[in-house]
């Protein structure tokens, strides 16, 4: 009986803060000779999925994710599917975009299922759909964890791969102890003796390091706008609370609530923000951030004039983001707009995108308590043309 050790990594929020690993680190990894696998862009979800892209998009985060890993010197070979979802068409993407295998999970991680094989068999039935025992959570004890290993091995089980997400003292609700951690592990090499080994998902399933294979190129909308659904017309068609391409968000220390309102400047509908109380953060409504389905593509070296039409008891702050080419999100920049009692058009042209740069996102945004209702999104490509 077999167990694996395997990185799965998403590129673009490498070394982005606390919460992840430096690329440094991961070197470290892999040079003592732990496997570094996919596991897309952003950690979107996929198809067949509330809030799941469409085929080409999740291209784009699966292969463009492991084109980010060779480029970094590293030899992804296997893929876990985010949130453990998938279905034919991304067993077919992660076959294209150059991975000879790619992991679910089973949805089962209790060891009193003791009538069922929680593992995989050697050969994989279906190497791109391999079994994964659900994640260990910091409720699970470290003698649960163990019976999983033993109770596969009783039950014939060829390779148990157990998903950990969190490797800290109760950080996170998916989480083990470091020192639990560590006892696992002198407890994997006690089990020698019973025929129970630890391998990479690599040394199990084999092949290749086949060549890196791009995801298709974001096209943006026909027309001068290049937002998608500028207006709001379409929403929370991915039963995500939103409205299609936009993301409705809260960051920060305030109570903010979004409402989809029929009080709209043209067509039917608008969004409106209420902060009924503010200490920090930034409630706003932003254009999606992927990596082309909804966000557009932008040239390096233009600048480009965005616009919204709006009314707010409070100031409010246009937001720009930036996409650069490992898929990563930046803050950029966000001129501040004033109160406004009836509907007015703000706008402003940004300075020349930076080199580096694939992508915008755009929103507003209010930083008080207050409501900011807004509508007729707008941003056009101005070429190279000085401001």
């Not at 469409?54 to 060779?70: F, H, P, Q, S, T």
């Not at 058009?345 to 740069?357: C, D, I, N, Q």
Request: net charge negative.
């Amino acid at each position: 009986m077999g167990l694996a050790y395997n990185t799965y990594l998403n590129s673009s929020k490498i070394g982005t803060d606390s919460d992840y690993m430096t690329w440094p680190q991961i070197q470290d990894l892999y040079t003592d000779g732990n496997e570094i696998g996919g596991h897309t862009v952003l950690h979107a979800h996929l198809l067949g999925s509330p809030g799941g892209s469409g085929r080409d998009e999740a291209m784009r985060e699966i292969c463009n994710d492991r084109v980010n890993l060779l480029n970094a010197g590293l030899r992804p070979t296997d893929l876990a599917y985010p949130f453990g979802e998938y279905d034919a068409t991304t067993e077919s993407l992660a076959r294209r975009c150059g991975y000879n295998s790619a992991r679910t999970d089973t949805g089962a991680a209790s060891p009193s299922v003791s009538s069922e094989c929680l593992g995989e068999s050697i050969p994989a039935s279906d190497p791109y759909a391999t079994r994964g025992i659900e994640s260990v959570g910091s409720s699970t004890s470290l003698k649960e964890v163990e019976a999983v290993v033993t109770q596969a091995q009783q039950h014939g089980c060829g390779w148990v791969q157990i998903l950990f997400h969190h490797i800290c003292d109760q950080c996170n609700v998916y989480s083990m102890t470091a020192a639990d951690f560590a006892a696992l592990l002198d407890w994997l090499v006690a089990q020698r003796s019973q025929n129970i080994s630890v391998q990479t998902v690599h040394e199990v399933i084999g092949g290749p390091v086949r060549p890196a294979v791009g995801g298709p190129p974001p096209a943006n909308p026909p027309g001068r706008n290049l937002l998608r659904n500028p207006s709001f017309e379409q929403h929370d068609v991915n039963s995500d609370g939103s409205p299609a391409c936009w993301d409705a968000l809260a960051y920060g220390a305030n109570t903010s609530t979004w409402k989809h309102t029929t009080d709209a400047h043209s067509g039917r509908y608008a969004e409106r923000l209420d902060v009924t109380s503010y200490a920090s953060g930034n409630p706003e409504l932003v254009s999606h951030q992927d990596l082309g389905q909804c966000a557009p593509a932008v040239k390096p070296g233009h600048t480009y004039s965005m616009g919204a039409y709006y009314k707010s008891t409070a100031p409010a702050r246009f937001y720009v983001y930036r996409r650069d080419r490992m898929g990563q999100w930046i803050w950029w920049i966000g001129p501040a707009v004033p109160a406004s009692s009836s509907w007015r058009r703000a706008s402003f042209t940004t300075p020349r995108v930076p080199p580096g740069t694939t992508g915008m996102s755009v929103g507003l945004s209010v930083e008080q308590t207050g409501s900011l209702t807004s509508d007729d999104y707008s941003l056009v490509d101005r070429g190279t043309a000085r401001r």
